[in-house]
T-cell receptor, first 111, second 113 residues
Framework: DTGVSQDPRHKITKRGQNVTFRCDPI?????LYWYRQTLGQGPEFLTY????????KSRLLSDRFSAERPKGSFSTLEIQRTEQGDSAMYLC?????????FGPGTRLTVL | AQSVTQLDSQVPVFEEAPVELRCNYS??????LFWYVQYPNQGLQLLLK??????LVESINGFEAEFNKSQTSFHLRKPSVHISDTAEYFC???????????FGKGTRLHILP
């Protein structure tokens, strides 16, 4: 059990560019979650998957955001036409029963 | 909808002194409650959780929290803090064991020498 991993750990991009983040959950964890954490705030739920099915999306997830989990294993979160307000830490978590295990996060800075 | 309120954004406390981090929640249905800790430059880690049973739950490093349904609270306590407890602490709630978690804004615990 190597834990939840996220790649990249840091991403700096210019406004208007597209970015994609990857999350590898703990193997055999069927649920995968994405959260966003801005400075001085707690994590906010974005979306989650059970296996490959996306079960819920927050209203925070605008049309510029898309998440996939094509084979029920790793997941990607893409942000199109990034804005400065997208700057945040993007956290991924996975669970099998009743505990979510969090990855280290991807810190996005939009210039 | 559920919500979590952590009234204190920062709590300074002297080393070896006791500490209480306050957490209140709002929900119209039964809840499961969590405290997560985020050490500097590290990811979120689960500190302790209340799912059912005894209302007093403990962590391996000396923290405890008590679920109080009438007061809708889940305060975190430690009788004697150590410098290594310096971190941000998040109270969180969910209504289903596998559902999304709603987090509070966090309380930064600052240990004074």
């Amino acid at each position: 059990d190597t834990g939840v991993s996220q790649d990249p750990r840091h991403k700096i991009t210019k406004r208007g560019q597209n970015v994609t983040f990857r999350c590898d959950p703990i193997s055999e964890h069927n649920r995968l979650y994405w959260y966003r954490q801005t400075l001085g705030q707690g994590p906010e739920f974005l979306t989650y998957f059970q296996n490959e099915a996306q079960l819920e999306k927050s209203r925070l997830l605008s049309d510029r955001f898309s998440a996939e989990r094509p084979k029920g294993s790793f997941s990607t979160l893409e942000i199109q036409r990034t804005e400065q307000g997208d700057s945040a830490m993007y956290l991924c978590a996975s669970s099998r029963y009743n505990e979510q295990f969090f990855g280290p996060g991807t810190r996005l800075t939009v210039l | 909808a559920q919500s979590v309120t952590q009234l204190d954004s920062q709590v300074p406390v002297f080393e070896e002194a006791p500490v209480e981090l306050r957490c209140n929640y709002s929900s119209s249905v039964s809840v499961y409650l969590f405290w997560y800790v985020q050490y500097p430059n590290q990811g979120l880690q689960l500190l302790l959780k209340y799912l059912s049973g005894s209302t007093l739950v403990e962590s391996i490093n000396g923290f405890e929290a008590e679920f109080n349904k009438s007061q809708t609270s889940f305060h975190l306590r430690k009788p004697s803090v150590h410098i290594s407890d310096t971190a941000e602490y998040f109270c969180a709630v969910t209504t289903n064991r596998d559902d999304k978690i709603i987090f509070g804004k966090g309380t930064r615990l600052h240990i004074l020498p």
